[in-house]
């Protein structure tokens, strides 16, 4: 089976930085995405990591360590646009299925 | 945009009745995937499919139904709908690569 664990809720600054992380213990592991997800509207694709190492696009970054089962989201010169529900997903073996985390909901403050 | 259309976008609908949800892809994706979206529980897979006719069980099939007898068509039946099927159904594609899944816009679903 797969558990994959994140922070429900979080807070942060306008303009600062911010971690989300993600754990994940699962019978098998074939890389892990981070969606992001607007109140009302779909999930959009962020971030994949398949192999260990930080993976940067813009002012979004994600970590992955397969041996500690954690990854991270780093979101950097926090914007109002921001505030959203962030979405940890594993791969599993197959590579044909994706087992989702329960999000996290970043609220960004002035 | 993978152009990915879910229909209908709203529907409420009483407990016992049919209920049928479509997704539709333009761009001839093989693998195509529903889920369901509730507070406190996140994604999860209801049914996929690999191609045409075939299709597999996700994590909460249990009172769902799906075909696909075209590519660019998946249909998500409710049999007999009851109020624990209240939910946002997700569509989603599986791109060329074959890593990313790409999401539809939604189906909000209310069972009185």
């Known amino acids: 089976g797969q558990n994959i664990d994140q922070p429900t809720e979080m807070t942060a600054t306008e303009g600062a930085i911010v971690q989300i992380n993600c754990t994940y213990q699962?019978?098998?592991?074939?890389?892990l995405f981070w969606y992001q997800q607007h109140a009302g509207e779909a999930p959009t694709f962020l971030s994949y990591?398949?192999?260990?190492g930080l993976e940067e696009k813009g002012r979004f970054s994600s970590f992955l360590s397969r041996s500690k089962g954690y990854s991270y989201l780093l979101l950097k010169e926090l914007q109002m646009k921001d505030s959203a529900s962030y979405l940890c997903?594993?791969?599993?073996?197959?590579?044909?299925?994706?087992?989702f985390g329960g999000g996290t909901r970043l609220m960004v403050k002035p | 945009d993978a152009g990915i259309t879910q229909s209908p976008r709203h529907k409420v609908t009483e407990t016992g009745t049919p209920v049928t949800l479509r997704c539709h892809q333009t761009?001839?994706?093989?693998?195509m995937y529903w889920y369901r979206q509730d507070p406190g529980h996140g994604l999860r897979l209801i049914h996929y499919?690999?191609?045409?006719?075939?299709?597999d069980k996700g994590e909460v099939s249990d009172g769902y139904s799906v075909s696909r007898s075209k590519t660019e068509d998946f249909l998500l039946t409710l049999e007999s709908a009851t109020s624990s099927q209240t939910s946002v159904y997700f569509c989603?594609?599986?791109?060329?690569?074959?890593?990313?899944?790409?999401f539809g816009p939604g189906t909000r679903l209310l069972v009185l």
């Open positions: 989603a594609i599986r791109d060329g690569q074959g890593e990313t899944q790409y």
């Open positions: 699962t019978s098998g592991f074939n890389g």
């Open positions: 990591n398949v192999l260990d």
């Open positions: 997903a594993v791969k599993n073996n197959a590579g044909n299925m994706l087992t």
């Open positions: 761009e001839n994706h093989r693998y």
């Open positions: 499919s690999y191609g045409v006719k075939d299709t």
